[in-house]
């Protein structure tokens, strides 16, 4: 049986997940929206939320050396 060829979608599927994984990409934007907040900027509340439970993750779990 012949191979079906891939979407565009499923290429970036793909290569999201290969070199752009959800976490790290969560992280990355965390880091920003938190230095939005450090910096006095102005977040809704639920994204405050956000940020202070993926510190206490990352607190709770801290990088390894």
């Known amino acids: 049986m012949p ?9 970036r599927q793909r290569a999201y997940n ?3 994984p959800v976490g ?3 992280d990355t934007i965390l880091k920003a929206f938190d ?4 910096a006095g ?3 809704p509340y639920e994204l405050i ?3 202070e439970k993926w510190q206490d993750i990352k ?4 990088k390894e050396n």
Do not use: N, S
């Not at 230095?35 to 450090?38: A, T």
């Not at 607190?59 to 801290?62: E, G, N, R």
């Open 3 to 11: 191979r079906t060829k891939m979407t565009y979608r499923e290429k």
């Open 18 to 20: 290969k070199y752009l």
């Open 24 to 26: 790290d990409q969560l």
């Open 35 to 38: 230095f939005v907040l450090q």
């Open 41 to 43: 900027g102005d977040l």
């Open 49 to 51: 939320d956000l940020i």
């Open 59 to 62: 607190a709770k779990y801290p």
